[in-house]
């Protein structure tokens, strides 16, 4: 899966395509899918709201402004490829289902932050990523008090899949959340302890490309943490991670096909 940020602020600027202005720059965005397909991506996310930590969330309306020039021509040049928009809002989701039919809901929420997504995403029939968080950005990381991290995740999960049966949600994603209301500590320990989450019974999306539970751990930069990045990669893909959500699409492809040989 490989990302697209139409923001200006995401931690990792070789994935924004945004100026400064505000002004999406939908062409390049355009280009640079196109390269992620070509490069091995099956799915390309959009996202036009950042949540890393931190982060002040934008409204519903601006959020809007910045994917409808995006999503308005996206089909014409990619009617066959798989999509996911990265929103934790339903009134988002009905407006991107009415411009480019089926698409995957990525919600950092699991639904928790709009009442109204679960039952949108099933009345749509749309698949959805759930990822697991605690608060908001701007303070999910004061909230990392777990027993133990993994197990508490996976109650969590356990939960989630009542609401989305009740909500008609019949395919859905688990993703870990990492680095949303977890230490670096917790992060590392997730990674270990992967394959637990296979007990729900539901593919493993696994976002950790140049996270700080990499740079931190290293004192480097986002944009030196391409190395150790893959190398996570694929300690996931052993670990039992089914999705890679990426920057890199070209080089997340070839740890998978190396993984693939071993």
């Given at each position: 899966?490989?990302?697209?940020?139409?923001?200006?602020?995401?931690?990792?600027?070789?994935?924004?395509?945004?100026?400064?202005?505000?002004?999406?720059?939908?062409?390049?965005?355009?280009?640079?899918?196109?390269?992620?397909?070509?490069?091995?991506?099956?799915?390309?996310?959009?996202?036009?709201?950042?949540?890393?930590?931190g982060?002040?969330?934008?409204?519903?309306?601006?959020?809007w402004?910045?994917?409808?020039?995006?999503?308005?021509?996206?089909?014409?040049d990619?009617?066959?490829?798989?999509?996911?928009?990265?929103?934790?809002?339903?009134?988002?989701?009905?407006?991107?289902?009415?411009?480019?039919?089926?698409?995957?809901?990525?919600?950092?929420?699991?639904?928790?932050?709009?009442?109204?997504?679960?039952?949108?995403?099933?009345?749509?029939?749309?698949?959805?990523?759930?990822?697991?968080?605690?608060?908001?950005?701007?303070?999910?990381?004061?909230?990392?008090?777990?027993?133990?991290?993994?197990?508490?995740?996976?109650?969590?999960?356990?939960?989630?899949?009542?609401?989305?049966?009740?909500?008609?949600?019949?395919?859905?994603?688990?993703?870990?959340?990492?680095?949303?209301?977890?230490?670096?500590?917790?992060?590392?320990q997730?990674?270990?302890?992967?394959?637990?989450?296979?007990?729900?019974?539901?593919?493993?999306?696994?976002?950790?490309s140049?996270?700080?539970?990499?740079?931190?751990?290293?004192?480097?930069?986002?944009?030196?943490?391409?190395?150790?990045?893959?190398?996570?990669?694929?300690?996931?893909?052993?670990?039992?991670?089914?999705i890679?959500?990426?920057?890199?699409?070209?080089?997340?492809?070839?740890?998978?096909?190396?993984?693939?040989?071993?």
């Amino acid at each position: 899966m490989g990302i697209i940020n139409l923001t200006a602020d995401s931690y990792f600027p070789g994935s924004r395509f945004m100026e400064a202005d505000g002004k999406v720059e939908t062409s390049r965005a355009m280009e640079k899918i196109g390269e992620m397909f070509s490069e091995g991506a099956a799915i390309v996310d959009i996202g036009a709201c950042s949540t890393r930590p931190g982060a002040a969330l934008v409204s519903e309306e601006e959020e809007w402004r910045r994917l409808s020039p995006l999503l308005g021509v996206l089909r014409k040049d990619f009617p066959d490829k798989t999509f996911s928009i990265d929103t934790f809002r339903a009134g988002i989701v009905e407006r991107c289902h009415g411009c480019i039919g089926d698409f995957i809901v990525n919600d950092i929420s699991a639904g928790e932050d709009d009442p109204a997504m679960l039952e949108t995403a099933g009345r749509l029939g749309l698949a959805y990523i759930a990822m697991h968080k605690r608060g908001l950005p701007s303070d999910m990381q004061e909230r990392c008090d777990y027993g133990d991290v993994t197990s508490e995740m996976l109650g969590y999960f356990r939960d989630f899949g009542i609401r989305a049966a009740n909500a008609g949600i019949r395919d859905w994603i688990l993703d870990p959340g990492f680095g949303f209301a977890k230490t670096v500590e917790q992060n590392w320990q997730l990674l270990r302890e992967l394959g637990r989450f296979h007990e729900a019974d539901r593919p493993v999306l696994v976002g950790i490309s140049r996270k700080s539970m990499i740079y931190r751990y290293h004192g480097i930069t986002p944009e030196e943490a391409l190395p150790q990045t893959q190398v996570l990669h694929l300690a996931a893909l052993q670990n039992g991670a089914d999705i890679l959500r990426v920057h890199d699409v070209a080089e997340a492809a070839r740890t998978v096909s190396s993984y693939r040989m071993l």
